[in-house]
């Protein structure tokens, strides 16, 4: 039984989020404020998180910078009542795995959650590597050479499709469904987002992941840059 914390401040729609998810199976928790959110997760028994970004006290950008920084990698689903893309970016940019701008239909949030924890729980699988770049089973970090490079659930989700067909161009569509677990697409430029992060962290390896111009991206490993 999957364990959510719920950060939302409007008690009707906690409630009725809570409601759905109960029954749905997961066992949910729900604070108020960004301030509560913080020690509820320091036990580390939350499976994920789903993240009001406009909350009384803290911001919820806030919150999620201080949950990463704190080495926290369960998913994170953010909600938002800002339709400005800015805070959609700015919250993937702070270790957001996804968001739903409000008001959204309960069947997404439940969609995306789902698909947020499949990820994470993904089967072990052995080591991928390209060039100096290696991607352990039981971690969510990579590595170059010696270097530890941290990396959310989405990124891991990201680097190991990648890892797995390395050499071959993989579609918008195709990350979609075999890195984020969506059957539809979401309409965003989460890929875009996550895709641009993932690349900042291989800087310095081996590995050089390419956009195909109008058709995806590609990983190679080729010569050592910096770009
Ligand atoms: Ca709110």
Redesign the pocket.
């Known amino acids: 039984m999957p364990k959510i914390l719920l950060v939302?401040?409007?008690a009707r729609l906690a409630a009725s989020i809570g409601r759905g998810l109960t029954e749905e199976g997961f066992t949910v928790e729900v604070v108020v404020n960004g301030g509560a959110a913080l020690p509820r997760a320091a036990p580390r028994d939350l499976d994920a998180l789903v993240l009001?970004l406009?909350?009384p006290d803290l911001d919820g950008i806030e919150v999620l910078a201080a949950l990463r920084a704190a080495g926290h990698q369960m998913p994170i689903l953010v909600l938002t009542?800002r339709d400005a893309v800015e805070s959609r970016v700015q919250a993937l940019e702070a270790g957001a795995d996804d968001y739903l701008v409000k008001p959204f239909a309960f069947a997404e949030l439940l969609a995306r959650l789902k698909a947020l924890l499949r990820r994470a729980s993904a089967p072990r699988w052995a080591p991928l590597s390209c060039g100096n770049l290696r991607l352990e089973p039981d971690s969510s970090a990579a590595h170059i050479a010696e270097r530890t490079v941290p990396l959310s659930p989405r990124e891991r989700s990201l680097l190991e499709l990648f890892l797995r067909r390395q050499g071959e161009t993989v579609t918008r569509p195709e990350i979609h469904r075999d890195a984020f677990g969506y059957d539809f697409d979401p309409g965003t430029n989460v890929v875009d987002v996550h895709v641009a992060h993932l690349r900042r962290k291989l800087m310095g390896s081996t590995a050089h992941l390419e956009t195909v111009r109008g058709r995806g991206f590609r990983l190679q490993a080729g010569a050592t840059t910096n770009d």
């Open positions: 939302e401040d409007t009001d406009g909350l009542a």
